[in-house]
């Protein structure tokens, strides 16, 4: 197939556009690295050196003979994302190229808007140019679990039937986002099921859990391809986070009870599910939605797993409860259906103690380049102008580096 990822710089992006081109599909990237301006916004690194795209694609090429086509731009750009489009025309377009960071778009109103325009006219203008002329392209769009929330009852795959006054019908499931961030991709699926009602359009939107590690079997061919590990309070997630925190001895930072319990997926599988659902596509009108998790974990589990793995390394860790930054049920109930995409053949790799080794491992090869200030939470949901002061544009500008905007 010919597969366009957009957003193919990222953490996700980058280990799925190698593995699609590993398992023979024609790959292009689209992506504007606006994310890499991001972390240098914020002051933050992610934990592994990751290289130039420039120097990615060549290393891929010389390791496999596979060419990746890249295409620098922004999405929210119209004519640049046609023009991309138009001169690759991909048979399915893989969006992941999002705001991704719940606190990140929790810092001020300056971030809450910048994260939605980026988000939502990123994806209305995806789906305008398949309108426009790639009609039969396969959407497959990455939403969140978080579009749901934490409902008192199971949570279904996209749709509930409901039963109402005698009469029944099957709906989108109710949806109760946690942050701006969440919003955006609840907004974003809104207008995909609407494109394909009205227009025809085929989509598939992955609601994606929370993803972990950070090697596939793409990634760990060459040190060139080496993938992002994200560990700071924006951009980390808690997983790879509670590793990196291990490694160097610090206690883990669970956010209040520790009962917020998420759905999680190895990027392993991350990449797997995206070939899935490329390699079946929605039929044209339909707007699925599959629920790409393998497994649930409350915060605590998952802080006693590693503090398990980390004393087998012979390394004790604490675990600290600091007050939750963010407004989110910390006790809840919590069952959400996953069987769509295992039933067309995704094989987990469920979460076990030698993966959370090889992250602690690789968190101590690169110890050098860990700011342990990047641990503790700063963004506070209850605040409407989170005080990153060292990190600011306002503070970059004032020391007189140069900040592209
Ligand atoms: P990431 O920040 O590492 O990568 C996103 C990429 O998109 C970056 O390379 C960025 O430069 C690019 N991008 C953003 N806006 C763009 C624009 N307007 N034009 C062009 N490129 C743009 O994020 P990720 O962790 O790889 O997440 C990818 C997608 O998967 C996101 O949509 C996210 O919501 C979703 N997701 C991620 C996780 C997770 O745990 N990482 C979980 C669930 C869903
Ligand atoms: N948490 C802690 N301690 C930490 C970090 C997080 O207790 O040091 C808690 C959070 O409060 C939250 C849970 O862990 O309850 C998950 O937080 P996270 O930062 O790992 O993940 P989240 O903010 O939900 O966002 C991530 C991705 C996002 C994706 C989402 C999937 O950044 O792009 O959409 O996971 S889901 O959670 O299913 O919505």
Sequence with gaps: MRISVLGGDGYCGWATALHLSARGHTVSIVDNFTRRLWDYELGVQTLTPIRPMPERLRAWEQLRGNRIDLFTGDVTDYDFLCSALK???????????????????????????????????????VLFAMREFLPDCHLVKLGTMGEYGTPNIDIE?????????????????????????????????????????????????????????????????DECLINRFDYDE???????????????????????????????????DTVRCVEIACLNPAAPGECRVYNQFTEQFSVMEIARLVQTASRKLGREVE???????????????????????????????????????????IALKYQDRVDVSNFMPQVNWRNPHNDRRKNSFAAVRAAGTPVAR
């Design 234 to 268: 924006v951009f980390g997630t808690v997983l790879n986070r509670f590793c990196v925190q291990a490694a160097m001895g610090h206690p883990l930072t669970v956010y209040g009870k520790g009962g917020q319990t998420r759905g999680y997926l190895d990027i392993r």
């Design 319 to 361: 675990i600290d409860h600091i007050p939750d930054p963010r407004v989110e049920a910390e006790q809840h109930y919590y069952n959400a259906k996953h069987s769509k995409l295992i039933d067309l053949g995704l094989e987990p790799h469920y979460l076990s103690s030698s993966l959370l080794d090889t992250l602690m491992n």
């Design 157 to 221: 795959e996209g749709y509930i039937t409901i039963e109402h006054e005698g009469r029944k019908d099957t709906l989108p499931y109710p949806k109760q986002p946690g942050s701006f961030y969440h919003l955006s991709k609840v907004h974003d699926s809104h207008n995909i099921l609407f494109s394909c009602r009205i227009w025809g359009l085929r989509a598939t939107d992955l609601n994606q859990g929370v993803v972990y590690g950070t090697v596939t079997d793409e990634i760990e061919l």
């Design 87 to 125: 001169e690759f025309r991909p048979d399915a377009i893989v969006h992941f190229a999002e705001q991704r960071s719940a606190p990140y778009s929790m810092i001020d109103r300056k971030h809450a808007v910048s994260t939605q325009v980026n988000n939502i006219v990123g994806t209305m203008n």
